[in-house]
């Protein structure tokens, strides 16, 4: 815990107003980050330990009557020093962009892909941010809140479905 | 004659009539050979995916150039699902996640939600859930290694394999009635008790399991074709596993030491003792015997659990969390009356959000729930280890052979209901 909190105060005092809050979230610690630091603020993690990026969790925060309507939940893990880490970015509605974190880890490559795919997060950078789990046809975004739970979509097209090898 | 002779025949071999038009015709046709990319799909109903999904490949001869994995194949909605479900009736969905190992899912789930309504289970229901995870551990790793060795070309082993897996499968019948889909543990507890004679059937059970690695590791250690195969092919190096989200044996092949269960002891993992095998070149040799090394800790972590099993009761004494006894729901009106409010308005956890994560044979299962206070769940995010052991899988095949694609494929123990949910 200690070890955790010398990160956190690091990430203050190099970053001031980049995290917005901190919270305790039934032992976890959660930091929720201003978007337009998010970048520096996980370069910075990363260094400073935070090697493995288990998951990247989209929220439609609709009904929960928070600030935004969306979040971006970022899962960090320190493989040296045990600990756990999560960031929470706040997106609005109007302007869903954010930077992509493909460039620090693998792992978000296919993680920013279902985000984008369930909620339309527009992560800027990334090499290819196409759907993933649902076809291409398909319209909308499942996850969201006001997407209705019985609301089936066919995919019909014989349209080209040769991926584009070279972005991939 | 021997091998180097075949490769570089002497002047004594040659017939002189032949072989001069031979190498004239391999120079030229090396120069002038018109060759053009190849573009093939594997998948997406294929044998030797293990599950739906699709990878295009460019061919440069018959080595890979450039793939794209293509998954969602078998996308169910299931976390769209659970949204307009209560908390308990999550449960069988988690059941379809890895169906290779339902049980260890159900304990993922109930395990994070236990966390976030602050409960601590029985110390029984805590032993019971230790066995039962070992025992889908040895299950899942059975499946896995044996499909990877008959992609492999080695039938046999599938037999072996599948003998063992039979009989935990009969024993985990006679304690849950379900061969697949077990839906055995619920939220502050277990459906039910152990039933009579489990202890001995479970071990009778796994004594097979030792005979059958044996046999198994017999045949393939040491077996040239085996080590050709899997030697040297999809080597993932420690830093590119950590950097993928690679977890699990997978993650322990490339060499780094990291196990959620020495890690961050959940349900007393710290007071057995056991070791965490680790592979040395993260290739598919290692990772089919790191998670065949597993299996003999596994044994080891039943063997201890079984003879600490406590008595007491399995479940807690929670009317919010946990349904009365039926005998007391037909007999007493508080009973009832506490049946009937569980059953409309389910389990109702304090608003907040948990992440909770628990070593399931695959790597790291985390459940990331959000709750607003009510009976129904506000969003269940899964992290399936198998999503981001898939998106290596790019990493890996590319430069490699066709026939290669087969034998990582299935080393990642790739399972499509948790990849695509």
Redesign the interface.
Request: aromatic residues 8%; contains cysteine.
């Given at each position: 815990m200690e070890k955790l909190n010398n990160i956190i105060d690091k990430i203050k005092e190099k970053h001031v107003d980049a995290i917005e809050d901190t919270a305790d979230?039934?032992?976890?610690v959660?930091l929720t980050i201003a978007r337009k630091n998010i970048h520096d603020v996980l370069v910075d993690l990363k260094d400073a330990g935070f090697?493995?990026?288990?998951?990247i969790?989209?929220?439609?925060a609709l009904?929960?009557g928070r600030k935004e309507r969306f979040e971006v939940?970022y899962?960090l893990y320190s493989?040296s020093q045990?600990l756990?880490l999560?960031l929470r970015v706040n997106v609005p509605e109007d302007d869903m962009n954010l930077p992509s974190a493909t460039d620090l880890?693998?792992?978000a490559?296919?993680?920013e892909r279902?985000a984008y795919d369930?909620f339309g997060f527009n992560f800027e950078g990334h090499p290819n941010l196409a759907?993933?789990?649902?076809?291409r046809e398909f319209v909308g975004h499942?996850?969201r809140k006001d997407?209705p739970?019985m609301k089936g979509q066919w995919a019909t097209g014989t349209a080209d479905l040769?991926?584009?090898?070279?972005n991939? | 004659m021997d091998q180097e002779n075949l490769d570089n025949p002497t002047s004594a071999d040659k017939d002189p009539t032949i072989t001069s038009e031979i190498e004239i015709a391999d120079e030229t046709s090396l120069e002038d050979l018109d060759t053009e990319p190849m573009y093939i799909n594997i998948g997406p109903t294929h044998p030797a995916t293990h599950g739906t999904f699709r990878v295009f490949c460019r061919l440069d001869g018959e080595k890979i150039d450039r793939a794209a994995v293509e998954i969602g194949y078998l996308h169910r909605g299931f976390e769209k699902m659970v949204e307009s479900k209560n908390y308990a009736q999550v449960i069988p969905y988690t059941d379809r996640l890895n169906y290779c190992s339902a049980l260890s899912n159900n304990v993922g789930y109930t395990k994070a939600m236990e966390r976030m309504l602050g409960v601590t289970i029985t110390p029984r229901t805590e032993i019971i859930r230790v066995i039962i995870c070992e025992v889908q551990r040895i299950m899942d790793h059975l499946i896995c290694v044996c499909a990877n060795l008959v992609d492999v070309g080695a039938l046999t082993n599938f037999w072996y394999f599948f003998n063992a897996r039979e009989k935990l499968n009969d024993v985990l019948e006679a304690l849950t009635g379900a061969r697949l889909t077990y839906s055995y543990v619920r939220i502050g507890g277990l459906a039910w008790d152990l039933p009579e004679g489990f202890e001995e059937n479970v071990r009778a059970a796994l004594s097979l399991v030792p005979k059958a690695i044996k046999d198994v590791t017999g045949l393939v250690k040491k077996n040239r074709i085996f080590i050709d195969r899997t030697r040297d092919v999809g080597v993932m190096t420690p830093e590119d596993a950590v950097s993928f989200g690679f977890t699990g044996p997978c993650l322990r092949a490339s060499g780094v030491n990291h196990d959620l269960r020495k890690k961050h002891p959940y349900y007393h993992y710290d007071e057995f003792d056991f070791d965490v095998p680790l592979g040395e070149n993260g290739d598919c040799y290692d990772r089919i015997f790191v998670r065949i090394e597993e299996m003999h800790q596994s044994l080891r972590i039943i063997e201890q659990a079984l003879k600490i099993l406590p008595g007491g009761p399995i479940n807690i004494d929670d009317k919010n969390i946990v349904l009365p006894e039926k005998d007391n729901v037909h007999s007493s009106m508080e009973a009832l009356i506490n049946h009937f409010k569980l059953i409309i308005e389910g389990i109702q956890p304090p608003p907040g959000e948990i992440y909770d994560a628990t070593e399931t044979p695959n790597g790291e299962l985390g459940f990331y729930i959000i709750s607003d206070g009510s009976g129904h769940p506000y969003r269940i995010k899964v992290r399936p280890p198998c999503f981001y052991l898939m998106n290596g899988l790019k990493h890996l095949i590319e430069g490699h052979m066709v026939a290669d694609i087969v034998a990582i494929l299935a080393g990642l123990n790739i399972i499509a209901g948790e990849l695509d949910r």
């Open positions: 979230s039934f032992g976890d959660v090697d493995l990026l288990l998951d969790a989209g929220v439609d009904n929960l939940v899962n493989l045990d756990r999560r880890w693998e792992s490559n296919w993680a279902e369930m759907r993933i789990l649902c076809h499942a996850l997407y739970v040769r991926p584009d090898l070279e991939e | -």
